[in-house]
């Protein structure tokens, strides 16, 4: 029961985005785009498919793929998009987003007219070629199952140590924060109680000269 839990588990941690849209032509460079994202930890493999479906002609579909991290790391790019597969790990925790735009030829009306895109992207052990593995290392079936939730264990394992690493991190930052806010507290209490003093000290004075008290 226990290694069927775990199976399920590590399911979970493969990731695998897949949808089939139009996208209508322009001939405006920043216009017509559609961008997917799905994130992704660092270090997972990564195997991307796309196609486009034929469709009328003077169209041409560019893809391009990265990520939203500081360093915005380059994933690859495709022009004139057909049918392409590849795969690449990331090299960061962030968002792997993919760009299409489909590019209008010139001497071909804006008419609205669009392409069907398929778009298939898998990560973690949903990603890896297991029948290719099973072919070359000549294994059982039950062999390159394990070898599969083994993976998706470690992705697992690496997912919630990134995870653990960020929530030290958010705790560091909150603790700093309240550092601040009880300093701040401190300094205004300070501030106000000095004032206070000073406004009697001022006053006593102030009646003493007028001979009042």
Same mark, same amino acid.
């Given at each position: 029961?226990?290694?069927?839990?775990?199976?399920?588990?590590?399911l979970?941690?493969a990731?695998?985005?897949?949808l089939?849209?139009?996208?209508?032509a322009?001939?405006?460079?920043?216009g017509?785009?559609?961008?997917?994202?799905?994130?992704?930890?660092? #270090?997972?493999?990564?195997?991307?498919?796309?196609?486009?479906?034929?469709?009328?002609p003077g169209?041409?579909?560019?893809?391009?793929?990265?990520?939203?991290s500081?360093?915005?790391?380059?994933? #690859?790019a495709?022009?004139?998009?057909?049918?392409?597969?590849?795969?690449?790990?990331t090299?960061?925790?962030?968002?792997?987003?993919?760009?299409f735009?489909?590019?209008l030829?010139?001497?071909?009306?804006?008419? #609205?007219?669009s392409?069907?895109?398929?778009?298939?992207?898998?990560?973690?052990?949903?990603?890896?070629?297991?029948?290719?593995?099973?072919?070359?290392?000549?294994?059982?079936p039950?062999?390159v199952?394990?070898?599969?939730l083994a993976?998706?264990?470690?992705?697992?394992q690496?997912?919630?140590?990134?995870?653990?690493?960020?929530? #030290?991190?958010?705790?560091? @930052?909150?603790e700093?924060m309240n550092?601040?806010?009880?300093?701040?507290?401190?300094f205004?209490?300070?501030?106000?109680?000095?004032? @206070?003093?000073?406004?009697?000290?001022?006053?006593?004075?102030?009646?003493?000269?007028?001979?009042?008290i």
């Amino acid at each position: 029961m226990r290694t069927v839990t775990l199976f399920f588990v590590a399911l979970l941690s493969a990731v695998t985005l897949a949808l089939e849209f139009d996208l209508q032509a322009t001939s405006d460079a920043n216009g017509g785009r559609r961008c997917l994202s799905q994130w992704l930890p660092r #270090g997972s493999h990564v195997k991307v498919s796309a196609k486009v479906l034929p469709g009328f002609p003077g169209q041409k579909v560019h893809m391009e793929i990265h990520d939203d991290s500081p360093h915005i790391n380059q994933y #690859g790019a495709r022009k004139q998009l057909d049918d392409v597969s590849f795969r690449f790990d990331t090299q960061a925790h962030a968002n792997v987003i993919a760009c299409f735009h489909n590019e209008l030829d010139q001497g071909y009306p804006g008419d #609205g007219r669009s392409l069907t895109i398929q778009f298939k992207m898998d990560s973690g052990a949903m990603a890896e070629d297991f029948a290719k593995v099973q072919q070359e290392e000549k294994l059982k079936p039950m062999e390159v199952e394990l070898r599969r939730l083994a993976m998706s264990l470690d992705d697992i394992q690496d997912e919630l140590q990134y995870l653990k690493q960020r929530e #030290g991190s958010l705790r560091d @930052a909150n603790e700093m924060m309240n550092s601040r806010v009880r300093t701040f507290g401190i300094f205004s209490i300070s501030v106000l109680i000095a004032v @206070a003093v000073y406004q009697v000290v001022y006053l006593r004075r102030f009646f003493h000269q007028k001979k009042l008290i």
